[in-house]
């Protein structure tokens, strides 16, 4: 059986939350069907993985190297042109031209697609002979909701705009499918919610998680982080909500925590901090680290992990990560939401400054209640997510049996890398 996958970001390495997600489907795609892959590379240090992915799927591969700037400029003349910004943002050719052909060379008889963006990218070819899985992951369009409801006009008007844009987009790919996957059930529910008789047939398809490299027994160069306690953040620096929650936490949340505790060190890392997340690092009391090999040191020298997010969707990768090395995990209502975790059990969760304060203030000075924790959190992402289970869904909605297995190249996860999952 040939499958057709379609991703507005090359799934290797599985360094950011989309291409963890993405990389796993993939392969388990791969070990049951000759797979094409289609996709965008939008950072030059992963075109050096094109052969790898070539090796894992089977089939034909079209690579497409975008640039920042050239997808701003195709995002501004979608904007003139009435049109949405994310459907915009990627180039019509070569990889609507590929599709084609193919779909003309081979027997696709299934197609997966990751992210609604890459819905434009297959709706040519959609018949009722090809049964179509949309991965949507999160509601895009909710996100944008978001982004317009925290910025000032002309922003907010611009990203409202965005938002009513992708919606229709969503709505018309999940119509057009034959099945709609979100990473929650919080996700299923809020996009029936405005889907409106779009949303046939919509299931959530929960993230797993890869509980052995990030593990306190892993083996990973140990490191010391300045301070007492140490807090830390990880994520991809140039994702704007990340950025929004460091120095909002910076500015409201650390100063009340270092008045009761004055040797606290905040450590943020993760790779291409923005200007105001560089400018954090000239703080006392802050570093900013950029790009890491490794973040699993960062997060093991930690005595607290901060996720203190104000808009988020789906499952926050950062929060799994930390709960998974046992770590005590402080975050926000926004970034909970989407993790099936007890508030008080397995994290804490707090909305006001002063809340998150005294969180982390009550967890430094209790190292034992810290550990205990940081334990039941790893506990639950032990019992709550694996891959293996999460993906037997796909073999039933693509109707897919192991026939490829032992023949797909074996290609190790990449460390956990960048410190880059958004």
Known sequence: MDVLFLAHRIPYPPNKGDKIRSWHILKHLAERARVHLGCF?????????????????GGECCFVPITPLSSRLRGLKGLLDGQSITASYYP????????SQVVARHKVERVFLYSSAMYPF????????RRVVMDFVDMDSDKWRQYAESKRWPMSALYRREAVKVLGLEREAAYRSDVSLFVTDAEVASFKAVAGSAAHDVRAMFNGFD?????????????????????????????????????WFADEVLPKVCAALPETHFTIVGARPSPEVQRLGRRPGITVTGTVDDVRPYIAAADVAVAPLSIARGVQNKVL???????????????A????????????VEAGPQEMADA??????????????????????????????????????LDLTPQRQGESAVVPLSRATGGDAA
């Open 122 to 129: 297959a709706h040519r070819i959609l018949s009722p002979s």
């Open 321 to 335: 990560e930390a709960m998974a090395m046992a770590k005590a995990v402080v975050t926000t209502p926004a970034a």
């Open 92 to 99: 019509r050719e070569p990889l609507a031209g590929w599709v």
């Open 211 to 247: 509980h052995e490299t990030f593990s306190p027994g892993a083996r990973f160069e140990p490191m010391t982080l300045p301070g007492k306690p140490n807090l830390v953040f990880t994520g991809a620096m140039d994702y704007w909500a990340n950025v929004d929650a460091v120095v």
């Open 360 to 397: 982390v203030i009550g967890l430094a000075r209790d190292p034992g209640r810290a550990a205990a924790l940081g334990q039941a959190a790893r506990r639950l992402v032990l019992d709550r997510y694996d891959w293996g289970r999460s993906l037997s869904l796909l073999d039933d909605l």
């Open 41 to 57: 590379i939008d950072d030059p240090a992963d075109m050096q993985h094109q052969e790898t992915l070539r090796a894992v799927v």
């Open 337 to 348: 939401q989407g993790i099936a975790a007890t508030p008080g059990k397995e994290f804490l």
